[in-house]
């Protein structure tokens, strides 16, 4: 008889006491701590017991943020199910859930469980405080890099909390020192705790995982077809040679390296640039595209080329396509190719193991569960349709939410809705990209198998963990012999190796940390908050910088490095521009992708001309580096364009590198405007709106909370601004989309006494 977790707030019998899971929630007790822990040994039990420690002890709020909306579900289920509280204080915080519901319920919630992005945006916005949280628990840490938003919310949780104690869970957290010493610096980590399989206390729930590797010859046929495609590689090879840049080892140049030299030539384009530089960087386009084609021959199959090469046709037929596209699609190779490809009637060998492997798996085990990954969508599809067709296995494919040209993604909804048929049996075969590699609750995975294998040792893991949970499970890998299927397995296989190796020396040396920073390990300095110059130069005056962000902005780094710099940020919905600094300055923020694109479509001169129309001194904010190279555009119609906005718009146009340089420019900028030019912020700005319709917008919209589309709501139920104003508590709420709170601050601005 198994024993449970006793715990006033933990429900009795629910949580099997585990010893490992003791050990490890105990030392996250201790100090904040990165747990590392193989897949199916309940993590999350671990965050369970260390919240129940913290709302023991301290009270306040606990919290698990996780990287999607379906891990987000599944946890919010399991506690639920085992707290010892009322339902209404276990909380699912997701972008479906509206801002304003969501700031209600935080003010009433004990356990939060969140995506990470619904909580930065509340944190800017200021709808919550993390000053009464005592527990956040990063699922999945080793997201916790760069500027995903786990980094930004840990910044905020240590700056504000009372009693701040974080916990970091993960299976994989990177074969390389420094990848671990990024994820442990961003979440404030003080001590790394790890469990293997081969631990005592772990050994009794660990099941055996069968690897296999299928070795697979590429067909006569499809090598003919290959032989094309990189006949086609050669030719641009050369011509990139010719140039003056020339590939070495062409035949084992990997994608990474064509990015770097991509890279190098865009920061070519700065002056004025040789010609040559921009036939350079279109060739590599080509390259880049072919290349492609030839990893889907070797390890995908025809059926996913076919499928490439009819999007590479589609945008070459677009008056928007890119020029490599359009040069491609005229290439008698590539078009010997596509005939080829047409009259071939060969499938990639893959499938037909795949139909085997997977056919005898449930032959031999009816109600197994088997989970097959891809790489690609293209051949999810193809296997899906492969394996539909074999007796007895009910295949779904499951992918990621984005759409694209005839491929239409799954919605976070549906995608809970296929893990749940799997689940119940509806569908045996689950056909995943790499969206189901993380976290998914399946705890009957018999075989997970690998259509192709993947160089990073996180993703591998990750997919080996989907089986082996509850029972022994079987790990299948394809490799297509003589292609890049073997230099993959072997660069993740290697990496893995590595990883287990650190995952060792963590351990042999974990007694000697206990208590002690990173700094001892060797792996990184322990955390010590980093401050701009800006910082520093904000401390020697008492003005506090205030910008008006549009919301749309949030998503960017830029409004949270604003705020991690003291800046006072103000979140409205703007119709015009992305920041206001002063009542003469707004800014239009463009990514050069998006300037190029925004040109393209014909949006841009809209938008500067409402800028340029609204504000005495606008400003456009082009970031990033690839200006010249992010599109099939001619780089004199982007001079003639950035011309025109500055000469006949009166524009200002600043360049920056990324979203820290904006923020850096437009905290400068603000700064003048507020403390030495003594100017406020006034998202009207000083040009008076020419038409009367736009006066009465403008009247309206200047009221706290009424944005531009509540302004014309508003005139269009009363007619006049006067009837606005005159507006009773309750006709104000018969309006479209003004509820009490906003009808309330009408009425608080309307009537109240003016008071300097």
């Not at 409402?610 to 099939?632: A, M, Q």
Request: aromatic share 6%; net charge neutral; charged share 30%.
């Amino acid at each position: 008889m198994p024993e449970y977790i006793r715990h006033p707030l933990i429900k009795a019998d629910t949580v099997e006491q585990r010893l490992y899971q003791l050990d490890l929630a105990g030392k996250a007790l201790d100090t904040s701590t990165l747990v590392v822990l193989p897949t199916g040994l309940g993590k999350t039990v671990i965050s369970l017991l260390v919240m129940a420690s913290r709302l023991e002890k301290y009270g306040g709020k606990v919290m698990m943020l996780s990287p999607t909306k379906p891990l987000v579900e599944q946890h919010a289920s399991f506690f639920r199910n085992v707290f010892n509280l009322p339902e209404d204080e276990v909380l699912t915080f997701t972008g479906s859930v509206s801002p304003v519901k969501r700031a209600d319920m935080w003010k009433k919630g004990k356990v939060i469980v969140s995506t990470p992005q619904v909580i930065e945006n509340d944190i800017l916005t200021r709808r919550i405080s993390l000053d009464d949280v005592t527990h956040i628990t990063f699922d999945e840490a080793h997201r916790a890099v760069g500027n995903y938003a786990y980094t930004y919310i840990a910044e905020k949780y240590f700056e504000t909390a009372k009693s701040p104690l974080c916990l970091g869970i993960t299976a994989s957290p990177g074969s390389s020192d420094e990848k671990i010493a990024e994820v442990c610096q961003s979440l404030h980590i003080g001590s790394v705790a790890v469990k293997t399989e081969s631990d005592r206390d772990v050994i009794p729930y660990i099941h055996r995982k069968e690897i296999e590797w299928v070795r697979i010859d590429l067909p006569d046929g499809m090598k003919e077809i290959k032989e094309l495609l990189d006949r086609v590689l050669e030719d641009r090879f050369k011509k990139l040679s010719e140039l003056g840049y020339t590939i070495h080892n062409q035949k084992y140049v990997s994608k990474k390296d064509l990015l770097g030299l991509q890279a190098k030539l865009q920061g070519e384009l700065r002056g004025v640039p040789d010609p040559a530089v921009y036939g350079a960087i279109s060739i590599l386009a080509e390259i880049l595209k072919v290349n492609h084609a030839v990893e889907i021959i070797e390890t995908q199959g025809l059926g996913s080329l076919r499928m490439y090469m009819e999007r590479l046709d589609n945008e070459a037929g677009l008056k928007s396509g890119s020029k490599a596209s359009k040069r491609l699609a005229e290439d008698l190779y590539i078009r010997q190719m596509v005939r080829r490809l047409n009259d071939c009637e060969l499938e990639h060998p893959k499938l037909e193991h795949v139909k085997r492997i997977v056919h005898e798996e449930l032959e031999n085990k009816p109600h197994s569960r088997v989970i097959v990954f891809a790489n690609y969508r293209d051949t999810a599809e193809m296997i899906t349709n492969a394996l539909s067709e074999v007796e007895g296995i009910r295949p779904v494919r499951f992918v990621g939410q984005a759409s694209k040209y005839k491929d239409r993604g799954l919605t976070q909804k549906q995608q809970v809705e296929i893990i749940e048929k799997f689940k119940a049996g509806e569908h045996n075969v689950l056909v995943a990209t790499s969206v189901a590699e993380e976290g998914l609750d399946i705890p009957s995975t018999d075989l997970v198998l690998f259509y192709e294998p993947i160089p990073s040792e996180i993703r591998s893991i990750q997919r080996k963990g989907r089986t082996g949970r509850k029972h022994q499970g079987r790990v299948v890998v394809l490799i297509t012999k003589g292609t890049r299927d073997e230099g993959y397995y072997w660069s993740s296989l290697s990496r893995e190796r590595k990883m287990q190796s650190n995952m060792k020396e963590l351990q042999r040396v974990m007694p000697e940390m206990k208590g002690n920073t990173m700094e001892e390990f060797g792996a990184m300095e322990p955390y010590e908050k980093q401050r701009t110059l800006i910082e520093y130069e904000n401390d020697s005056n008492d003005n506090i910088i205030k910008i008006i962000v549009d919301q749309r902005e949030i998503r960017s780094s830029v409004a949270r490095t604003l705020d991690r710099n003291g800046v006072e940020i103000v979140v409205r919905t703007l119709e015009v521009g992305d920041y206001i600094l002063s009542d003469r300055i707004a800014v239009e923020r463009k990514e050069t992708q998006d300037l190029v694109s925004s040109l393209i479509e014909k949006k841009l001169f809209e938008q500067i001309a409402n800028l340029s129309r609204t504000y005495t001194k606008p400003i456009l904010v082009i970031e990033g580096e690839s200006l010249f190279n992010c599109r099939s555009i001619s780089p004199n119609a982007i001079h003639g364009a950035l011309s025109s906005i500055s000469l006949d718009f009166g524009v200002s146009v600043f360049y920056t590198r990324d979203p820290e340089d904006t923020a850096s420019l437009l905290m400068q900028i603000a700064k003048r405007e507020q403390t030495d030019e003594k100017r406020e912020v006034d998202m009207h700005g000083k040009k008076a709106a020419t038409m009367l319709p736009q006066q009465q917008e403008y009247v309206i919209s200047s009221i706290s909370d009424i944005g531009p589309k509540a302004a014309r709501n508003l005139l269009q139920h009363f007619g006049s601004v006067e009837n606005v104003m005159k507006a009773s508590y309750q006709e104000l709420q018969k309006v479209t989309n003004i509820g009490p709170k906003t009808a309330a601050r009408i009425r608080e601005i309307v009537g109240s006494e003016y008071k300097k």
